[in-house]
């Protein structure tokens, strides 16, 4: 095989799962560890992708790089909708009591379970700085709605800001859905963005149960931020079994593995 084809090929996995490793690589093309390092090297000249260690990703998953709220909701459209249903089947038809959900399209695929999932008999107080999730509950009869202010970031729709912070410090909810952009054994629960981190962070630190409801394309993702370590999420709602490594970590921090 030429090294054109080769580093077509490397391009096309990039695309497809957004990562390569330099091992799997040499074993996959019957080629030397040295010989992926150059095809990377030369890659990452043509701005392909970025060398990371143990080999690349593509350039869209730097520790800073961010989907928009509309390109979210496109991928892992599947994956999300099972995770969700999933995740509300934690609360059940008697539920009684308070729910916050976090800004991101995975809560907010939660959120919209919600009418379906709890029953009548009302009780249930929803609270949530995601105008995308206040958006979907918003009318519903069988709960009370509460949405916490702030300014509001236009990639994620979600309020940030001191003032979104101190509001949710004041709270207390039995369960809080929360998403994130990254999820590893050494890194715990990462975001690209400080003020979101921020939020993040206090609802974690607010609610009582946390749920942390994240699809499989999240694993080994480490960003600029980090919100929670491991050992403070209850149960983790996701599409795939864990890598080992991260299995281990979130068996090691008390965590529920629940796959859709």
Excluded: C
């Amino acid at each position: 095989m030429y090294a054109m084809e080769r580093q077509q090929l490397i391009e096309r996995e990039l695309r497809d799962i957004g990562r390569v490793s330099v091992v799997d690589l040499a074993r996959r093309f019957d080629v030397t560890t040295e010989t992926v390092r150059r095809d990377l090297d030369r890659l990452e000249g043509t701005g392909s992708l970025r060398r990371v260690h143990g080999g690349a990703v593509s350039t869209d998953r730097a520790s800073t790089a961010e989907w928009t709220l509309t390109e979210r909701r496109d991928r892992q459209g599947d994956a999300k909708r099972a995770i969700a249903a999933e995740a509300a089947s934690l609360l059940g038809a008697s539920f009684r009591g308070s729910i916050f959900f976090d800004g991101g399209t995975t809560p907010a695929a939660v959120a919209a379970m919600l009418p379906e999932t709890l029953g009548t008999g009302g009780g249930v107080e929803v609270v949530t700085h995601s105008l995308e999730a206040a958006h979907l509950l918003a009318g519903e009869e069988q709960f009370s709605l509460t949405t916490i202010g702030g300014r509001v970031r236009g990639v994620t729709a979600a309020a940030v800001g001191a003032h979104t912070v101190r509001a949710i410090a004041e709270l207390r909810p039995d369960i809080a859905f929360v998403g994130t952009n990254g999820l590893s054994a050494g890194f715990g629960l990462s975001t690209p963005d400080p003020e979101e981190a921020a939020v993040k962070a206090a609802i974690i630190q607010s609610a009582r149960r946390v749920v942390l409801v994240a699809d499989a394309a999240k694993f080994g993702e480490e960003l600029l931020v980090r919100f929670a370590r491991l050992d403070e999420i209850d149960v983790l709602v996701t599409d795939a079994a864990p890598p080992a490594p991260l299995a281990e970590a979130l068996a090691d921090a008390d965590v529920e593995v629940r796959v859709a």
